[in-house]
């Protein structure tokens, strides 16, 4: 079991940024592929950003490609999203997730494990 619980979230002006974190319990935390979604009100949830356990491969959705950077601590069950260049439609509920199994996938229903959600607002 994994349990992961974002921070980080809050509201900001456009071109600002915002660093989000997601703390995971469990000792295999360096074995678990992680991502980053996303919903904003009356939307499906998207794909943000992932990063695979084995070697830091990362992968973004095209909407925050240059702009966010996903990475992780495996000394502190840590992963992170810099998220730079902030637009207002980048607001929504930041979520992280974790899944076993060593390939970024985008689809929600790939991930194991889910975090609470972390509001990020970026005002114009």
């Known amino acids: 079991q994994v349990q992961l619980v974002e921070s980080g979230g809050g509201l900001v002006q456009a071109g600002g940024s915002l660093r989000l974190s997601c703390a995971a319990s469990?000792?295999?935390?360096?074995?678990?592929?992680m991502g980053w979604f996303r919903q904003a009100p009356g939307l499906e949830r998207e794909f943000v950003a992932g990063?695979?356990?084995?070697?830091?491969?990362?992968y973004y959705a095209d909407s925050v490609k240059g702009r966010f950077t996903i990475s992780r601590d495996n000394a502190k069950n840590t992963v992170y999203l810099q998220m730079n260049s902030l637009k207002p439609e980048d607001t929504a509920v930041y979520y992280c997730?974790?899944?076993?199994?060593?390939?970024?996938?985008?689809?929600?229903?790939?991930?194991?494990?889910w975090g609470q959600g972390t509001q990020v607002t970026v005002s114009s």
């Open positions: 990063i695979r356990w084995s070697d830091d491969r990362t």
């Open positions: 997730a974790a899944r076993t199994i060593n390939i970024i996938q985008t689809r929600g229903e790939s991930y194991d494990y």
């Open positions: 469990g000792r295999t935390f360096s074995r678990y592929t």
